[in-house]
Each structure stands twice: as C-alpha cells, then as structure tokens.
C-alpha cells in the first residue's frame, strides 16, 4: 500500500523500496539500506542519491562512511506540491510553444481522422481536445454517468471549473433532466453566480436518447462513454460530420427546455427592454 502511493506521486518501485527501507532503519549506509530493500549496494546507492536531489532523504559523512537518513514522512506532502509547481509552469511553458511545435507539423502527411482512446486515460485525452476549441462548443451531455464512479466524478468537475474559469470557453449542452443534473448544473456549476460561459437546456424526461458524452467544436466531434462495462473516447475530425453534428445539435437545442439561467437572463433582458423603451 505504502509503495504503491510513493509510486503513484512519482517514485519508481526501486525508490519506493529504497525510502521505505531508509524509513525503518532510520540512519544507515549504502551497504545496510540495500540488504534491507533487497537490493545491490551500487543500485542503491545511485538510487539513494536520486533520493537526495529529490530531497526524500539527507546524507552525511562520519568517519569516512556516508549515512543516509530519508526525511519525515510529512515532507512527502511537500514534495508532491513541487512537483505540481513545476507541471503548472510546463504547462505554461508549452503552451506558449505549442505554436512552434504546430509548425514543424508536415501539411503534407495525412494525419489520422479517427482516433480511439481506451480507460479512464482515454476518456481524459478526449475531453481534454476540447480546449482547443475555437467557437462555442455545442455538447449532449449525461452528467449521471459523470457522477457514476469518483474519478470520473472528479474529472468533470475539474473540466468544468478549467473550462469555465481558466480556458473562458463558452458552451451550450443539452442535458438528459434528471435530480443530478439539476443540483449540479443549476447550482453547484463553476460558473454560477459569476461571469457565465455556460447556457444549459433540458431534454424532456420522457426521452432518453443517449447515454454518453458528444462534444461538437470547429471541425471536430468528441465522444465519450462511460458505462460499467466500458469507460472509452472517440474524437472525429472530419469537417462534413461536424457540420451535420452542429445542424442536428442546433435543431435538438430548439426543442429543449431553457434551464435556469437562461430564463433568469431572458427575463433580465426583458427588464433592461422595458426600462429602455420607458
């Protein structure tokens, strides 16, 4: 349990093994950390000293012998927050680069037009494509099956809140009207109550046509399915089947009932009409 979150903040099994051991004897050298983690000395040495520049474990030198001491278990916590430091400022770096990157793309070749991501990775991979997003994206949504499992319950609400409040990309989805959906959308959403770049509307709830995730955007359609036997993405780039995507999207839009907030900001158009006209 233990090595399996180390590994999970980014250690290797090796460093898992080598740290843990350094945790129960406390200080030792090379020579007593290996036997311990049932490793070479060499191996743990160069490991431990992995271990040092990570700052998990300290050394000094007594009597000619180099000691290593791993560094309280509570530091694990500080180590995970570097690291989340350095992502955010990759992430940053990248994406002022992306621009680079795009150009050394060959327009000549033929990139693949349908691509299939498979796990929770998938699901991710998929939804992430979205913020590239050059125009409103046009979504069917099922926010029950979101809801169904906690990882990708925690996903959509981080998605939400990046969309919303990092990204600023404006969205429209049609919802399947369920409890759910209407405490999350109608309340709990990352942009209620503040600059709003979602619009949401209901489908009646005697129809139940779809049970996962389509998102139409430029020349693209992003599907998801989350279900207990399959957890997968699709996403489509083909410009005929967008353009078909967003004329269905717009003809089920029509149809669909007006959530909350669209009927609380037709009504203060409404207001803001008449005062006008007085």
Known sequence: MLNTILQKIGLTEKDSEVYLACLELGTQPASVIAKKASLKRPTTYLILEALVKKGLVSEYIGSNVKFFTAVAPEYL???????????????????????????????????????????IEGVERVMTDTFTATEPIRCFTNVDAWFSNES?????????????????????????????????????????????????????????????????????????????????????????????????FEMAWRYAIPGKREMELQAKSKQINKTAKK
Not at 94 to 118: G, H, M
Not at 165 to 188: C, G, M, N
Request: with cysteine.
């Open 77 to 119: 916590l500080n180590f995970v927050e570097k690291k989340r430091r350095e992502m955010t400022s990759h992430q940053r770096e990248l994406e002022q680069l992306l621009p680079q990157f795009q150009s050394l793309t060959n327009p000549y070749s033929l990139s693949p037009k349908v691509r299939y991501y498979d796990g």
């Open 152 to 248: 990708t319950k925690e996903y959509i609400k981080w998605y939400g809140k990046h969309r919303t409040q990092d990204k600023k990309i404006q969205e429209r989805a049609i919802a399947l009207d369920t409890p759910v959906s209407r405490a999350y959308l109608e309340t709990d959403y990352p942009d209620v109550g503040s600059e709003q770049y979602t619009l949401f509307r209901w489908l009646p709830k005697d129809i139940q046509i779809f049970s996962n995730e389509i998102n139409i955007y430029d020349n693209k359609l992003a599907i998801v399915c989350i279900t207990k036997k399959e957890m997968l993405g699709v996403l489509i780039e083909c410009e005929g089947i967008a353009q078909t995507q967003k004329s269905i």
